[in-house]
């Protein structure tokens, strides 16, 4: 992949995110969900008006301080995206936690991913001022030693927290970035 080919926007209110834009997302986190991904809903397949449900609760806390959204772009084409939020409550506003992290399928293995989470990365300290970002992982879909490369660690697990149907538990990976 190409880095000049990639291009990143970060959105801080709902009306910065276009309609056209609002359509690709859906679209994304419905084929990234349908293709087992797990971006935020736990049983596939999801159809077009939950997701632009879940999609504009997203957009609608979408404010400077507290919640960003940041979008990858690959030869114009919306690639991947994810969101960032804060607590602005002073006792952990420090730190943020990263939601919905996706890619479209037809990106994946290309390095898409990985440069996403390090412009959320970025932004969360240069913009933002956190100190840490946290995150929780579906285990048993490798997302741990994704993370890892990028240098997360592991800093707990939820046994058996996730129920994805009868008799299909996972962990779920609680994981930590610091200092950013």
Not at 29 to 40: D, I, K, L, P, S
Not at 159 to 174: K, T, V
């Amino acid at each position: 992949m190409s880095q000049t080919a990639l291009r990143f926007s970060q959105f801080t209110a709902r009306e910065e995110v276009l309609p056209h834009l609002r359509t690709e997302l859906a679209e994304c986190w419905m084929e990234v969900t349908n293709a087992g991904g797990a971006a935020g809903f736990p049983f596939p397949p999801v159809t077009a008006c939950e997701v632009t449900s879940a999609l504009d609760t997203l957009l609608d806390s979408l404010a400077p301080g507290t919640s960003r959204l940041i979008i990858a772009h690959l030869d114009g084409e919306l690639a991947g995206w994810l969101a960032v939020r804060r607590d602005p409550w002073a006792l952990i506003s420090h730190w943020g936690t990263l939601h919905h992290v996706q890619t479209r399928t037809t990106v994946r293995g290309l390095g898409v991913g990985a440069a996403l989470v390090e412009e959320a990365r970025r932004i969360a300290r240069d913009d933002m001022h956190l100190e840490q970002l946290h995150l929780a992982a579906r285990g048993g879909a490798g997302l741990e030693t994704f993370y890892a490369k990028l240098g997360w660690k592991e800093i707990g697990r939820w046994p058996g927290a996730l129920r994805l149907a009868d008799g299909e538990d996972r962990d779920e990976i609680l994981m930590l970035l610091a200092p950013l």
